[in-house]
């Protein structure tokens, strides 16, 4: 593709500061604009001055002369900003859509920015950003998929093309989420039971014992309520995305539809209490449930 020299990011929460920073680092000379709802924000502001980046009144300003525009929100948001891209959007921009919703939802962002003129490229984030960062494994669909793999490559990006066809990448990625976002579900729903009973360490050796590679006798069960702790209300959205996912094909979602409300009921348990996820840090599954049925 031609020489890019701007690029946009819609959305600076904790995928968008990722990539504002770590792009500006990996391409000092490249120009980078963020904008973000929360315009008058402090904390997002700040994020924006920290990451080296200019930060944009409006997604009109932010998209002015970028040949690559990225969408990191949160699922709910997703489609809305793709109607607001398009109707600012220059024949020719790439729309980089790295949220996580279903391939219906894929396919209506994609109409919209073809009909702009624009490229649309569904993206679908493999794994948490956070450790690996920049190099997160991305698989990538759209018509005009080679030519920006071949940039965010370039740029320190994992991506692989997988398909010309959107919403493929995207169904890989929800269809996983039916198994990730529900074994942390499981594991909070059984681990809180388990210590109201007061067998927590025997139900967790029970585990290990029938599943010895997974880690259940260390730090497994942590970290899997811990992704409840820290991100289960942006969890809960995207496995109602998953829902539509199954749905539209044809799939009872019993599970995932059940997925939604242990994601989103742990998250407003702590909001309740009046815990953030500050205050479980460092992070211990037992105490985090403790806190919750303190009286």
Same mark, same amino acid.
């Given at each position: 593709?031609?020489?890019?020299?701007?690029?946009?990011?819609?959305?600076?929460?904790?995928?968008?500061?990722?990539?504002?920073?770590?792009?500006?680092?990996?391409?000092?000379?490249?120009?980078? @604009?963020?904008?973000?709802?929360?315009? +008058?924000?402090?904390?997002?502001?700040?994020?924006? =001055?920290?990451? !080296? @980046?200019?930060?944009?009144?409006?997604?009109?300003?932010?998209?002015?002369?970028?040949?690559?525009?990225?969408?990191?929100?949160?699922?709910?948001?997703?489609?809305?900003?793709?109607?607001?891209?398009?109707?600012?959007?220059?024949? !020719?921009?790439?729309?980089?859509? #790295?949220?996580?919703?279903?391939?219906?939802?894929?396919?209506?962002?994609?109409?919209?920015?073809?009909?702009? !003129? !624009?490229?649309?490229? +569904?993206?679908?984030?493999?794994?948490?950003?956070?450790?690996?960062? #920049?190099?997160?494994?991305?698989?990538?669909? *759209?018509?005009?998929?080679?030519?920006?793999?071949?940039?965010?490559?370039?740029?320190?990006?994992?991506?692989?093309?997988?398909?010309?066809?959107?919403?493929?990448?995207?169904?890989?990625?929800?269809?996983?989420?039916?198994?990730?976002?529900? #074994?942390?579900?499981?594991?909070?729903?059984?681990?809180?039971?388990?210590?109201?009973?007061?067998?927590?360490?025997?139900?967790?050796?029970?585990?290990?014992?029938?599943?010895?590679?997974?880690?259940?006798?260390?730090?497994?069960?942590?970290?899997?309520?811990? =992704?409840?702790?820290?991100?289960?209300? =942006? =969890?809960?959205?995207?496995?109602?995305? @998953?829902?539509?996912?199954?749905?539209? @094909? *044809?799939?009872?979602?019993?599970?995932?539809?059940?997925?939604? #409300?242990?994601?989103?009921?742990?998250? +407003?348990?702590?909001?309740?209490?009046?815990? *953030?996820?500050?205050?479980?840090?460092?992070?211990?599954?037992?105490?985090?449930?403790?806190?919750?049925?303190?009286?």
């Amino acid at each position: 593709m031609n020489k890019v020299t701007r690029v946009t990011l819609i959305g600076l929460g904790e995928v968008g500061t990722i990539l504002a920073t770590d792009l500006k680092k990996q391409n000092p000379a490249l120009d980078i @604009v963020a904008f973000d709802k929360q315009t +008058d924000s402090a904390v997002i502001r700040q994020r924006a =001055r920290d990451a !080296g @980046v200019h930060f944009a009144a409006s997604p009109e300003d932010a998209m002015k002369g970028s040949q690559i525009i990225f969408s990191a929100v949160t699922a709910a948001e997703a489609l809305n900003v793709a109607e607001t891209v398009a109707r600012h959007l220059a024949p !020719g921009q790439f729309f980089l859509d #790295l949220n996580s919703v279903s391939p219906h939802t894929k396919r209506e962002a994609m109409a919209l920015t073809e009909q702009a !003129g !624009g490229n649309y490229i +569904d993206v679908a984030v493999m794994a948490p950003y956070p450790p690996a960062r #920049l190099k997160t494994p991305l698989l990538l669909g *759209g018509t005009q998929v080679n030519a920006i793999s071949e940039w965010l490559n370039e740029n320190g990006f994992s991506s692989k093309v997988h398909s010309t066809t959107v919403g493929e990448a995207s169904a890989i990625k929800m269809c996983r989420s039916v198994m990730i976002k529900g #074994l942390e579900a499981l594991t909070a729903e059984c681990l809180s039971a388990a210590r109201q009973y007061g067998v927590g360490n025997e139900v967790l050796a029970s585990l290990h014992a029938s599943f010895p590679s997974l880690g259940w006798d260390a730090q497994l069960p942590h970290y899997l309520i811990s =992704r409840i702790a820290e991100h289960g209300k =942006r =969890r809960a959205e995207e496995m109602r995305e @998953v829902v539509k996912t199954l749905q539209d @094909v *044809g799939v009872a979602p019993n599970m995932s539809s059940g997925t939604v #409300l242990a994601q989103q009921g742990l998250v +407003d348990a702590l909001a309740a209490k009046g815990i *953030g996820y500050s205050d479980l840090e460092p992070f211990e599954w037992d105490k985090t449930i403790d806190s919750l049925h303190r009286r």
